[in-house]
Each structure stands twice: as structure tokens, then as C-alpha cells.
């Protein structure tokens, strides 16, 4: 058992940049938690926090029942992957695999064996004998997942591993790393700005934006349940959309749609509405919530196209996900609102409001 908690942890530089503020968190054995958010939100230093890399400035770091505040990095039994590799530039792949090892004194045997199987699951086994210089980016940075691997700690940290890789080779590693890290059964946090690896990846996902913790959730709830419009704004692509309406009784005024405002108490004089494109379909006869406009711009995502409407009697624009079976550029479209898939959002807080 090695539990990771995070109780009320605070880092300030000085009095104007605190990167991390009052953050809470647990990441049990084999939970792969994703810090996720743009750049300069803090992830970076939260996860040196976590290593001793950089002491709080408040707040308590747990691993496995201990604090271990007072304890030094190299004592923490955490391995750390950096964005960076880190990779030594004087070692060949298997002696930068197996450094940490041998600092430990295992036994050679031991140390080649744990490399090789290291090396054998990240397809590394032809570039054991190679320098980092030899190697391209992808490479070496499977070099340093593998560093971690070997290395059995109570935690693994990883910040921004993939970042330096092409798109291909990304969603490879990251299947790969998905597989790695299942089998490790190890509390693991994981660092990227990249949405879809913390869909893809994690167990749950805590969004940060200015050092606060805005959400911590399994990703298809942050999907689903948004808790603020950072957060809603933040995850999903395209965009999600963002209305400001006018509320009337127990519903806002969408041109000629009323939409009930069902679960929400204290209603009140104006509400932001959350669409997103995906969640956007052409009209039938049939439905009683619908938006018109017509078409000003159509980008070809391949699978679909993503359009972008002008509303009629508005200066509103949305957008939404539809076939490539037509050509929509210039055309008059219906669209039905699908009231299951509307998020709300309060005006001056941005906070979710209803269910
Ligand atoms: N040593 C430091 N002294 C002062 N400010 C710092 C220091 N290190 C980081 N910061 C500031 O703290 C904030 C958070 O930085 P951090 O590196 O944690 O961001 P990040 O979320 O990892 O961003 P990125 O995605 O760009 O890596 C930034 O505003 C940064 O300028
Ligand atoms: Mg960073």
C-alpha cells in the first residue's frame, strides 16, 4: 500500500505568484491521476512538491501513511520522469535504465535483468548499447519511462512525458504507457496540458487553472458534469459553446425557444448556456427546442465537418458537428437543442448550476 495524499498544500514565491494554492488530493494504488491544465497553472511545481524537489510553503505531502515533508528527494522512493528525459549524455541506453539501480547496489545480474525487461516492454531492446545523442526524441524518451520503470518506487511522477513526440508516435507510447503503468499497480500522477492523454490515461482528472484544484473527477464525468465553464471551455474539441441568456420564469430565451431551466432553484436574470458541437443536430418537425441560423464557415475535419452559424436575429455564432455528406456553406440550418445535453453556468462565478 503507498497512497499519495495531498492535504491543503500551498507554494508561494512571494506575496504575487503563489502557483499552487490549498490543493487536496489522494491518488490510491494503482489510480493514475492526470493534473491537467494550460500552461503556468502550476501542474510542474505541484508535482515537485510531491518529489521534494522544491519544499511547501504549507500543507502536508503523505506517502503511504508517512509525511514526509521533512524527507530529501532521493529518500522519498518516487520515480520522476521530466519533460526534459534527463537523460545522462556520457550513458548508453541499458546504464541510464539501470542508473538508479546501481546506485542501490542490486546485484549486476539483477540490474540487467530488470533493464532488459524494461527495455523488452517499451521495444527498446535494439538501442541498449546507444548514447541519448544517437537517439531520436520518441526514443529517448521512452529511455526515461523505462528509467522509472525499473526503478519499482511507491509512486511514479511523470511531467509532460509525450510532449515531445509526433502525433503517431504519441498515441503509441501512450497505449503502451496505459498498459505499463496498469500492471505496476502504483499511485501515478501525470502531468500534460493535452486533453485527450488525460482522457485516454487516467483513472480521474484533476484540472487545475491558477493553482486550484477546479474539478478532480474520472474524465468521463468531467465530460459530462462540467463543474465550471473553465472546466467545460477547457476539455472537449471542438470548444464547447457559450450563450449568455435571458431568463424569463423558469426558462431562458433562446430567439423563439424557451428552455426550461429544470433543477434550478432561485433562477436568475440572466444564464450562461453550454452546448457542445457534438451535441448539436439538424432539426426535425418533431422537436420543440430548436435554433436557426445559416452557415458562414465550414472546416473539413475529415470524419465530419465542423460548421459555424450565425443565428438568426443575433449576433451569436455557434458551432456544431455535422456529416460531410452536403455541402452546408451559405445554408439556411435548424438545429435541435438537446435539453439532456445543456450545461448551465452561473454568469458572474462561472460555476455549474443545476445537475
Ligand atoms: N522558481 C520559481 N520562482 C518564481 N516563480 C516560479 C518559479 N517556478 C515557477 N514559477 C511560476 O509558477 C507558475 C506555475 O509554473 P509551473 O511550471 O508549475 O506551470 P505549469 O503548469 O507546469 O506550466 P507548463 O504547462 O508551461 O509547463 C508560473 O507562473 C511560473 O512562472
Ligand atoms: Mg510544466
Redesign the pocket.
Same mark, same amino acid.
Given at each position: 500500500m503507498a497512497k499519495l495524499e495531498l492535504h491543503n498544500l500551498y507554494k508561494k514565491?512571494d506575496s504575487q !505568484?503563489i @502557483?499552487v494554492k490549498n490543493v487536496s488530493l489522494e491518488v490510491e494504488d494503482g489510480e493514475f491521476l492526470t493534473l491537467l #491544465? @494550460?500552461? #503556468?497553472? #502550476?501542474?510542474?511545481? +505541484?508535482l515537485r512538491l510531491i518529489a521534494g524537489l522544491e519544499p511547501a510553503t504549507e500543507g502536508k505531502v503523505i506517502i503511504g501513511d508517512k509525511n514526509v515533508n521533512r524527507v530529501p528527494p532521493g529518500d522519498r522512493n518516487i520515480a520522476m520522469v521530466f519533460?526534459s528525459y534527463a537523460l545522462y549524455p556520457h550513458m548508453n541506453a541499458a546504464e541510464n535504465i539501470g542508473t538508479a539501480l546501481k546506485l542501490r547496489k542490486m546485484p549486476k545480474e539483477e540490474i540487467n535483468r530488470r533493464v532488459r525487461e524494461a527495455a523488452q516492454k517499451l521495444e527498446l531492446n535494439h538501442l541498449l548499447d546507444r548514447k541519448p545523442g544517437q537517439m531520436s526524441g520518441g526514443q529517448r524518451q521512452r529511455v526515461a519511462l523505462a528509467r522509472a520503470l525499473v526503478r519499482d518506487p511507491e509512486v511514479f511522477l511523470l511531467?509532460?512525458p509525450l510532449s515531445n513526440l509526433d502525433a503517431l508516435l504519441r498515441e503509441q507510447v501512450r497505449a503502451q504507457m496505459k498498459q505499463l503503468f496498469k500492471e505496476q499497480n502504483k499511485p501515478v500522477v501525470y !502531468?500534460t496540458?493535452d486533453q485527450t492523454e488525460a482522457m485516454t490515461l487516467s483513472s480521474k482528472v484533476a484540472v +487545475?487553472y491558477d493553482?486550484i484544484v477546479q474539478q478532480h473527477a474520472p474524465p468521463n464525468r468531467i465530460y459530462t458534469h462540467p463543474a465550471n465553464q473553465f472546466v467545460a471551455g477547457f476539455v472537449g474539441s471542438p470548444q464547447m459553446n457559450f450563450i449568455t441568456l435571458k431568463c424569463e420564469g423558469n426558462t431562458a430565451i433562446l430567439g423563439k425557444s424557451a428552455l426550461p431551466l429544470v433543477d434550478i432553484t432561485n433562477v436568475p436574470s440572466r444564464i450562461v448556456l453550454g452546448i457542445r458541437p457534438e451535441d448539436l443536430h439538424l432539426a426535425t418537425p418533431e422537436d420543440e427546442y430548436v435554433l436557426q441560423g445559416k452557415v458562414f464557415l465550414v472546416e473539413e475535419l475529415g470524419k465530419e465537418n465542423l460548421i459555424s452559424i450565425k443565428v438568426d436575429d443575433s449576433d451569436l455564432t455557434i458551432r456544431a458537428l455535422l456529416p460531410t455528406d452536403r455541402n452546408w456553406e451559405g445554408d439556411k440550418i435548424r438545429l435541435a437543442l438537446p435539453l439532456q445535453q445543456l450545461h448551465w453556468f452561473d454568469v458572474e462565478t462561472g460555476a455549474r448550476v443545476g445537475k
Open positions: 514565491y !505568484v @502557483p #491544465g @494550460p500552461s #503556468g497553472c #502550476g501542474k510542474s511545481t +505541484l519533460q511531467d509532460e !502531468v496540458h +487545475l493553482g
